[in-house]
């Protein structure tokens, strides 16, 4: 297997331990959580998705876990600038605030409360489930760049995260790089649903929700060399990243880190564990095999 | 993984244990270790968690609208099960539970596995002491209510210092929040923390340790994954009988 | 678990032996192939797409076998109109021929070789992997059609087969309707890629190709859900199902029956063996369950 | 399901057989059944099965581009390798085993593992007779050359009167398929068509038994899958030595 040299990096404007991010939504509800992510390895954490009004979120069943793969569909609960006080335990650790709103202007907003405070920014505009919000937005590449222009200025990084449940991702994710995106994230969950047969019913509260896990790491990667084709900023490929062989496919199909989530159900140890197979002293400069696939 | 969707089960007999609290029994046996719980999806309204009070069944105190929804349903009505989930007590030793109102739930499996010796058990009036009979059948019980119409008038605490706690291998604790952390002091006090095992509760929405609002401070802890029961030394310091997170993730005293 | 009761049904104009039919693509080059699917207990039969001229397909790679799903890139090879002697062996059974084009001319050009040979005509609008064809065409909404429209005719039962690769599949599907079609059939594969790490390229041949199996289980019930709320047509459910209780899945979600294809790998008498679990006599009627998950 | 991606092996050695057949031998050993197949991914180029000549070797003959592309590389180069497929020969017995050209190669495990009593060994020439020196350590070796220039003059069936079918429990044959079709006569006349066990050679594309492009008329049995080997009574009256389907699907005489 390829290996990586071990360090610290920075892609699209934030400085990380290592390549491995904690994916937006899981375990990043509180400070002491995403703590406790870096603690176990985790070379950045994005937090769970803050928008500028609290929310709590679908009713239940929110997330179901399938033989390959998580669907979920939580509804975005967050306490809005509540969240602040999260960030205390975190001072000075690679951290990077997700964020969501229905406009330009409540992303602005939203951006406002953590300038200063974070590493950087998230954009979710790829949420499948939330009406207004996320994907409502994210597949129209007007509002993208809107959106991303609102947050994005100069000691700001601003990362788009992008929803793959559009003809073409590319025009999202050209439109975001127009809006002055640091980096683009790809991809958040594809729409999807499951019915209790037994119960005769979506087994989501909300019907629908989103796929993750092992069973997207497919499309991701298609996502992932696709947008490296068409963009030029750095690219964070997320969905169903769960080896350290995955994330050395991810790079090669053009990504420069990876976002990790579903795989933290095996084992909330798993960054560093895939880190142990990741790094080596004598691996290669993550240079020579971001985008090497692209022949 | 494999595949965890809910199964279904129907409700087969419905019993009043007390005016607010109901066991339903249903058509599935969950295999399960005492303390852990499963997530019941309440169709068209919402998913809760609960621990077993058997391996096929549940004990459910109204206080919302799932469980409103719940006290709803009659006998043949259909709900979802997904789990068992969380750690459960630890095996063995001699054991001491105590237990607040609706807290005895996922005590009352440990004792009618021949687990516990002594049940002491709490609630506000007679006619809400739950389970009595059954725990008298498998563990000396010793009851409290705040009124005084059965047992000792007062809080389950002050039974405690009716026993020996140094008889005891292990603690096991569910109920109230402010019980519990009551609890906790008191076996702080008496340097024995650490045989204390304190069920909690946390607004859960997934269950399994991904969604992160379970989790508690300062560790980062999950009480769904990680817990439910978690020993007192963990708790020490902990945001356990201060404040907890409510649906939106935001702090709220307990 | 949910049975139905056994016999034969008609779908969208096609009389068929049971809710169990074989996808496109899958053993069905051949006219003997198709026939041995049939006597293992399908319901009906899809052929390989036929297409105006003959094609060899992609170089391979072609198809790699995932713990979840399969990734393939055939290319659409077929032999054109040389495939009609493979129905001589097919005489009067359920055999649907997949049928695709650039253009409506050549979808019409296509079908007529089959008018009067097979029980009916799919249209594939939909294969992510070959260029100008399937979902090249299958995106837009007013090709999809048009391409429609220059098959469907009295007496010529016509299903169309939709891409999930588009921001809102019920677009297509009510273009599809309006066009003429008897049935939609939701889904074709999720465009997809893998990339060897150790030859640091994309596994298949044409670089892209299309995700199936159990791992696009979930996209396929939510698309044939959305597709049941938006059209009036029935629908034909495609895309992961493996067991009994995904076929009883697909239809409360709103399937009137289901295509069944990667799970072939496993056993070809696999139509036989989920019937088994499926049809009893004290069954319900398969109008009880279609659709019952939209409540 | 396990993944199946095909894995990456580096070629440690070429080894010139004759001037249109060569043996890489590469670093990775595979398991497998004598007569089963890998499909060899030659990148940027195609996919194209290939029998196992041992558990970490193929020997190709050059007919066109893929395997002219093989031909262009060397020691250090990496190909991708997926597989074993398909059933491979059956288990035992005394064993009669005729190959034609590069067809030797899934016959030479099966004589490496001690399986083979006497091998008919067909080439067209002198040069181009493969294996010979390493079959005969292991059995005894009977060859016929179109042009006379080593062993008997003509085509390989006609050792097979020199040997007594009888005496042999299986026949396994691999070869051009006039050849092997020639054998099968030969069977069927002799009445033995049940022992004679072929491996057969139809355009692949997945390999795994699902894309259809291998099948033969009229069983419609997967030759990556359900063969490569079969049974002569399963191929008597079948397409076996009329036609097969090329990469499009048409028909096209053998
Ligand atoms: C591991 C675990 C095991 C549990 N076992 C049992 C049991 O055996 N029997 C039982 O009756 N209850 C049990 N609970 C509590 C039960 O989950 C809640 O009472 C239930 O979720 C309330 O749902 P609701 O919609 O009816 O109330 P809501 O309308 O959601 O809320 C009504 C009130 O209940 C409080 N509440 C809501 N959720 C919780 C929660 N997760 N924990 C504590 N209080 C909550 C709210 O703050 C509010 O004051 C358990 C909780 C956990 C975490
Ligand atoms: C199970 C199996 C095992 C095989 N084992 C060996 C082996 O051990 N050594 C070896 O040299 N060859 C073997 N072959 C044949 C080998 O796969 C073909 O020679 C190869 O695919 C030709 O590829 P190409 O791109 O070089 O030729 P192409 O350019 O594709 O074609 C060149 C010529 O080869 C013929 N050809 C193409 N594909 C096949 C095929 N699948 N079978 C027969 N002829 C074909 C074409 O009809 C054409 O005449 C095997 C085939 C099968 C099905
Ligand atoms: C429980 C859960 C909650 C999630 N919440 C968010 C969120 O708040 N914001 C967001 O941008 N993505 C969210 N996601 C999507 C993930 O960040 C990630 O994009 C997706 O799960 C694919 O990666 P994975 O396969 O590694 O999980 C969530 C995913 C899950 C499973
Ligand atoms: C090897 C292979 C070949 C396929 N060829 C075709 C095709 O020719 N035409 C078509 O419409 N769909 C084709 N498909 C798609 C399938 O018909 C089906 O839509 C898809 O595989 C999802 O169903 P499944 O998960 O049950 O396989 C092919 C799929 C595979 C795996
Ligand atoms: S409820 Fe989701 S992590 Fe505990
Ligand atoms: S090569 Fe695909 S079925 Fe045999």
Not at chain 1, 242 to 263: L, Q, R
Request: hydrophobic share 40%.
């Amino acid at each position: 297997m390829v290996v990586l040299n071990p360090g610290p990096i920075e892609v699209g404007g934030i400085r990380l331990k290592n390549h491995l991010i904690l994916a937006a939504g899981i375990l990043g509800s509180t400070g002491a959580s995403l703590a406790r992510i870096l603690r176990y390895g985790a070379g950045g954490v994005v937090t769970k998705s803050i928008g500028p009004a609290p929310m709590v979120g679908h009713p239940g069943p929110c997330l179901v876990v399938l033989e390959d793969g998580i669907i979920n569909a939580m509804g975005l609960p967050n306490p809005s600038a509540a969240f602040m006080e999260e960030l205390n335990v975190l001072q000075g650790e690679p951290v990077i605030a997700s964020i969501f709103g229905g406009t330009p202007e409540e992303f602005r907003t939203v951006a406002g409360w953590f300038t200063g405070r974070v590493s950087g920014i998230e954009l979710n505009l790829s949420c499948p489930h939330a009406e207004g919000y996320g994907a409502a937005i994210g597949s129209n590449p007007d509002l993208v760049e809107e959106c991303t222009r609102a947050v994005a200025s100069p000691g700001v990084p601003t990362w788009v995260k992008l929803t793959p449940n559009v003809t073409d991702i590319t025009e999202i994710g050209l439109a975001a790089e127009r809006g002055g995106a640091d980096a683009i994230v790809a991809i958040n969950t594809l729409k999807a649903m499951r019915i209790s047969t037994s119960l005769r019913r979506p087994v989501l509260g909300n019907r629908y929700g989103g796929l993750s896990g092992r069973a997207i790491f497919p499309v991701a990667v298609r996502c992932v060399y696709d947008l490296y084709e068409a963009c030029s900023i750095p690219i964070i490929g997320c969905g169903g990243v769960s080896t350290a062989d995955n994330v050395i496919e991810m790079m090669m199909a053009g990504a420069s880190a990876v976002e990790i989530g579903s795989a933290v159900i095996h084992d909330t140890r798993i960054f560093a564990s895939i880190a142990g197979d990741l790094y080596s002293s004598d691996g290669l400069d993550a240079r020579e095999v971001v985008g090497c696939a692209h022949v | 993984m494999y595949e965890e969707m809910p199964i279904g089960v129907s409700i087969t007999r419905i019993v009043e244990e007390t005016p607010s609290i109901r066991t339903f029994y249903f058509d599935h046996e969950i295999s399960a270790r005492p303390g852990q719980f499963v997530m019941v999806w309440v169709p068209g309204v919402d998913e809760i968690p609960m621990a077993l009070s058997s391996s096929s069944s549940i004990t459910v105190q109204k206080v919302g609208d799932a469980t409103a929804a719940l006290f709803a349903m009659g006998e043949g009505d259909v709900m979802g099960i997904r789990g068992p989930y969380g750690n459960g007590f630890s095996a063995g030793g001699r054991t001491l539970a105590i237990a607040g109102g609706v807290g005895a739930t996922p005590l009352l499996p440990l004792a009618e596995s021949g687990q516990v010796e002594v049940f002491l058990l709490g609630a506000r009036t007679a006619s809400e002491v739950v389970f009595a009979d059954r725990i008298r059948r498998v563990a000396r019980l010793m009851v409290a209510t705040d009124d005084g119409t059965a047992g000792h008038q007062g809080f389950v605490t002050e039974l405690v210092s009716r026993v020996d706690l140094e008889g005891f291998d292990r603690i096991c604790v569910c109920g109230p929040e402010v019980m519990m952390a009551a609890v906790l002091r008191i076996l702080e006090r008496a340097g024995c923390a650490g045989r204390g095992e304190f069920s909690l509760q946390r607004y859960m929405k997934c269950g399994v340790g991904l969604c992160g609002s379970c989790c508690i401070d300062p560790h980062g802890l999950r009480v769904c994954r990680d817990g439910p029961v978690f020993p007192g030394t963990v708790l020490l310091d902990s945001e356990f009988g201060r404040y907890a997170r409510d649906a939106s993730g935001r702090r709220q005293r307990v």
